[in-house]
């Protein structure tokens, strides 16, 4: 069965930079689309940015264009999401997911159209 296994969320202060780690496992992604979603505290869960295993193409959330990165190391089969100029609203707890690819969808934004979940890693930004 596939399992998704985050790590990397710690405190950090404002300005600060930080990447998370997803571990992959189950079976072969080369057919999925990988996403962080994320969601703080009283509000819904959000989308931060996906990316198409094999394909490489990319899409992000406006409020974390030009500072967060996804990315993926198919060798260990591992996602990323480096983050960059910390903002006090990033705070949350960020998931990453696994769905599979649908060309008549895309990268979804969705949180619907990933089946797969980790378990969250916290992220405090302090100010």
């Known amino acids: 069965q596939v399992q998704m296994v985050e790590s990397g969320g710690v405190l950090v202060q404002a300005g600060g930079s930080l990447r998370l780690s997803c571990a992959a496992s189950?079976?072969?992604?080369?057919?999925?689309?990988m996403g962080w979603f994320r969601q703080a505290p009283g509000k819904e869960r959000e989308f931060v940015a996906a990316?198409?295993?094999?394909?490489?193409?990319?899409r992000y959330a406006d409020a974390v264009k030009g500072r967060f990165t996804i990315s993926r190391d198919s060798a260990k089969n591992t996602v990323y999401l480096q983050m960059n100029s910390l903002k006090p609203e990033d705070t949350a707890v960020y998931y990453c997911?696994?769905?599979?690819?649908?060309?008549?969808?895309?990268?979804?934004?969705?949180?619907?159209?990933?089946?797969?979940w980790g378990q969250g890693t916290q992220v405090t930004v302090s100010s």
């Open positions: 990316v198409h295993w094999s394909i490489g193409s990319t």
């Open positions: 997911a696994a769905g599979l690819f649908r060309f008549s969808v895309g990268l979804s934004s969705r949180s619907n159209e990933y089946d797969f």
């Open positions: 189950g079976r072969t992604f080369s057919r999925y689309a």
